[in-house]
């Protein structure tokens, strides 16, 4: 005979979940029990919540199969939200299990309730509560059924009196299905694609995480049509190496090369992506549209025609009826604008950067208090990372730096609250990538704002010794918040963060801490931070008053600079 929790426990270890990430608390105290006799499942007690729904959700975009978090009777289902949010909205299959008030209690305005069913309504593609044990195992089934197949969120609430009912003798254990179902475009569809393109003289492709699965055949698709690809952040892990053909990313962490491969262009073909930064998409083209989600075509720009299906099979489809183009000359001019952006880029990672002679009279600057520069700290990490490395990366200018500092080599992992934008992701998300595989090096690039926010479980990766290498980009202030008060023309207010030493309070809680404050110092922490055998924060003073400029500066935002960089010399001489 099973209770309802070891039933629901049971199921998930045969599916192969490893770990369940949470906070112990009545209505789940038989879940945490059922656990703790279950030697395939390892509990992670997280200090807050969101944590553990950050965290499940990163698992389950490394692995693309279900992770589990937990959130007991109201306030701590509430503190789940924000990072199933984020599970959602990255497509993640994530199982929540939250407690509830006893049945009889429910409805009644009782101590700590809340309604799950309402308040998980807007993230959940499967939300139910769980009333009674003739509802098992079905319910079971569905909620992780539905979480994989739908790539989201389902939430099994389990009332305080139901997780230690008992199950009738023989109760089938509940099976999840991982396979999902593949869809090819219409050949007739496929065949109008290739005319258009056949037709085009300069095709851009923007290229999403979508066609993750398509590697060859997106190369084999740039190499026929002589085109530039555009890679969305996401697209960066599986696309960006050995491919001549990619330009970098667009939209406000993007570069100039975009913006010419997308108005030089007579087609734009968008493969996998749903890129949202529609100002950064160009008029006037014949855009073309691939995607598996029908629903998602034309949701950024207006498209011409629509290939609804898998990315590899529709490319399978397509690739065989282009013709070769001859004219490389838009994919050469673009690969070109990108060289030299990338080289005027690289001379912010030179530690004597700041030292150098500059201007036109060449004056040498002699500045002993030059801070670190952003730049210089994560070009470093991506020299000394590990090859098969995790990233996570904050939501701020940290993922600036990432996208422009960091090569994914193939086997290097990406991820960051990339659709919801959330901060303090970072942290949380190493932590779920660690817990996967410590033997695997997991990085952060945490903003001082994004780790400050959750800052509680860094205890957690000691608790558990998870060796985790959080790398804060110090910078004191919410930089980006900074950059979007400045472009309007504002002057940035409330903005400026009263940090303590980062590399302290990681000591004092039993990690490494390590802290910089000169850019000479920077490789040889960086050096050690990698190499170091446990949880390691390395807290690095960075240059405040580094600006990231996105690809095309509208005139409004030069102006805004200006008014701003004005108003606050005024402010702080009054
Ligand atoms: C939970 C949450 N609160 C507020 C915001 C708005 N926001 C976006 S970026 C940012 C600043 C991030 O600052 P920090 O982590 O210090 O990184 P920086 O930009 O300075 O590198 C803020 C407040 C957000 N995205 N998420």
Redesign the pocket.
């Known amino acids: 005979m099973s209770t309802v929790a070891e039933l629901l426990i049971e199921s998930l270890a045969e599916y192969g979940v490893t770990s369940v990430f949470g906070v112990v608390g009545d209505a789940l105290n038989p879940v945490t029990d059922a656990i703790r006799r279950e030697d395939r499942i390892e509990w992670v007690g997280v200090r807050h919540e969101e944590v553990g729904a950050f965290a499940a959700g990163a698992q389950a975009q490394l692995t693309g199969r279900l992770a589990v978090c937990m959130g007991t009777v109201g306030p701590g289902a509430v503190h789940l939200l924000?990072g199933l949010y984020d599970a959602k909205k990255s497509h993640a299959p994530v199982l929540a299990i939250c407690g509830q008030v006893p049945r009889e209690e429910m409805g009644t305005e009782f101590f700590q309730e809340v309604d799950n069913d309402r308040l998980f309504a807007d993230v959940a593609v499967f939300n139910r509560t769980v009333t009674t044990i003739d509802q098992l195992p079905m319910l079971i089934e569905q909620a992780a059924n539905a979480a994989i197949q739908d790539s989201g969120v389902a939430v099994l609430t389990l009332p305080g009196d139901v997780g230690g009912l008992e199950l009738p003798d023989g109760t089938a254990v509940p099976r999840f299905i991982d396979t999902r179902p593949r869809s090819t475009p219409a050949p007739d569809v496929v065949q109008q694609a290739a005319s258009l393109l056949n037709e085009a003289d300069k095709v851009t492709l923007l290229v999403g995480q979508g066609a993750r699965d398509a590697r060859a055949e997106v190369l084999e698709l740039a190499e026929r049509l002589a085109a530039p690809m555009v890679l969305t952040l996401k697209a960066k892990e599986g696309l960006e190496r050995d491919n001549d053909h990619e330009i970098g990313q667009s939209g406000l962490l993007g570069n100039p090369a975009t913006t010419e491969a997308f108005e030089g262009c007579d087609v734009l073909f968008l493969v996998g992506t749903d890129f949202p930064y529609r100002d950064f998409l160009p008029s006037g083209k014949t855009v073309i549209q691939l995607d598996v989600r029908g629903s998602h075509i034309g949701r950024r720009t207006p498209v011409d025609l629509a290939l609804v299906g898998d990315a590899a099979l529709g490319l399978q489809a397509l690739v065989p009826l282009l013709e070769q183009k001859t004219d490389g000359s838009h994919l050469e001019d673009t690969r070109e604008s990108y060289a030299k952006w990338r080289e005027r880029q690289a001379q912010f990672t030179d530690p004597d950067y700041d030292q150098k002679p500059k201007g036109l009279l060449r004056r040498k600057v002699d500045n002993p208090d030059a801070r670190v520069r952003p730049e210089l700290l994560a070009a470093t990490l991506d020299r000394h990372a590990a090859q098969d490395a995790v990233f996570t990366t904050?939501?701020?200018?940290?993922t600036v730096w990432l996208s422009r500092f960091v090569q994914m080599s193939g086997r290097r992992q990406l991820l960051g609250s990339f659709n919801l934008?959330?901060?303090?992701n970072a942290m949380p998300q190493a932590l779920g990538a660690s817990v996967l595989d410590r033997r695997r090096q997991v990085v952060a690039f945490c903003?001082?704002?994004?780790l400050s926010?959750l800052m509680g479980d860094l205890i957690t990766a000691v608790a558990y010794n998870l060796p985790v290498k959080l790398v804060v980009?110090d910078?004191g202030?919410?930089?980006?918040?900074k950059l979007e008060m400045e472009q309007v023309g504002l002057p940035e207010y409330g903005t400026a963060?009263a940090n303590p030493d980062f590399a302290r309070v990681a000591e004092s809680v039993g990690m490494r801490g390590i802290r910089v404050e000169h850019p000479g110092d920077v490789d040889a922490a960086v050096k050690d931070a990698m190499a170091y055998d446990g949880p390691v924060l390395l807290d690095v003073l960075t240059n405040p008053n580094e600006v990231a400029l996105p690809p095309s500066p509208t005139l409004e935002q030069g102006w805004g600079f200006a008014i701003a960089k004005m108003k606050e010399s005024v402010d702080s001489a009054e």
């Open positions: 924000n904050d939501t701020g200018m940290a934008g959330s901060m303090a903003g001082d704002g994004g926010m980009f910078n202030q919410l930089g980006m918040v963060l």
